[in-house]
């Protein structure tokens, strides 16, 4: 990916490197020091404190962020790898006052207790949901166990995923009438 004003390789270390990138639906351009990783720019320079880190190893899947609708681990990405890239966070999924089908399953079922895995989970379920809305309960645990809560033993967070998928399945049949 380039830098926006000049390629990346050209940057030297500690120089700053210039990102372009759709954030939650809008242009952001941030310029960055090249050690930056896509969770420090996130929190620290665009003040989206939704993404949360943990492990800083790219393991526990609590900074999960989409990258064109693929589930990354933003503690480990350099912000520069999402130059030219549309990225989501949890501060994306709201639309206005509504709560998306994820974030509404989540609250319907509980599927959540000290919260601080929530953004990660939501953001692997809206993932799975785009590539399969009726996914079955071993796909789901496939899905989610890339990301690690030490509260809820994840049966609540099994029946919120499931749950998403009927809500996003209805709407989706509204939609088509």
Known sequence: MSSGTQPIESVGPGEDVRVAFML??????????????LLTMLRRDLNLTGVR????????GVCTVLVDDRPVASCSLFAFDVDGTSVETIEGQQDGDHLSPVQQAFSECGGFQCG???PGMILLTTAL??????????EVRQWIGSNICRCTGYEMILEAVERAGELVRDRDEEDNL
């Open 129 to 138: 949901l785009r590539t399969n809305a009726k996914p079955d309960r071993e």
């Open 24 to 37: 939650n639906g809008q242009q952001r351009d941030v310029e960055v020091p090249t050690s930056t990783v």
């Open 116 to 118: 601080y895995c929530t």
């Open 53 to 60: 880190g943990s492990c800083e190893r790219g393991v526990c």
